[in-house]
């Protein structure tokens, strides 16, 4: 089971991103969903979260420009980014609390969390 992260690359200040994130298809339920992000020589930060039921959660840094949304029957999460600014520059990974899985024997598993590889995205003229 896996978590893919697409839509990064580099885009000048004051344009926009939207970053998808889908599992591998073998998720079955996932508690809240979210974007985290690791600047070069930073601690990796919460960006925005979302649960199942749509309640969702900003950085001070980001809000009024970013937009988390989730597909739960596809165990998706967007984050789309306007306004974006040099400082947004960084990998973005999505995190998923406490999904759950099925394996290749049809057993359901239940995972603390997982993460997904990352995409870098980068805000420079």
């Known amino acids: 089971v896996q978590l893919q992260a697409s839509g990064g690359g580099l885009v000048q200040p004051g344009g926009y991103l939207r970053l998808s994130c889908a599992d591998s298809g073998s998720i079955i339920r996932t508690d809240a969903m979210g974007w985290y992000r690791q600047a070069p020589g930073k601690q990796r930060e919460l960006v925005a979260d979302?649960?199942?039921?749509?309640?969702?959660n900003y950085a001070d840094s980001v809000k009024g420009r970013f937009t988390i949304a989730r597909d739960n029957a596809k165990n998706t999460v967007y984050l789309q980014m306007d306004s974006l600014k040099p400082e947004d520059t960084a990998v973005y990974y999505c995190?998923?609390?406490?999904?759950?899985?099925?394996?290749?024997?049809?057993?359901?598993?239940?995972?603390?969390?997982?993460w997904g590889k990352g995409t870098l995205v980068t805000v420079s003229s």
């Open positions: 995190h998923a609390d406490q999904p759950v899985y099925m394996d290749y024997s049809g057993s359901y598993v239940a995972l603390k969390e997982l």
């Open positions: 979302i649960t199942s039921g749509g309640s969702t």
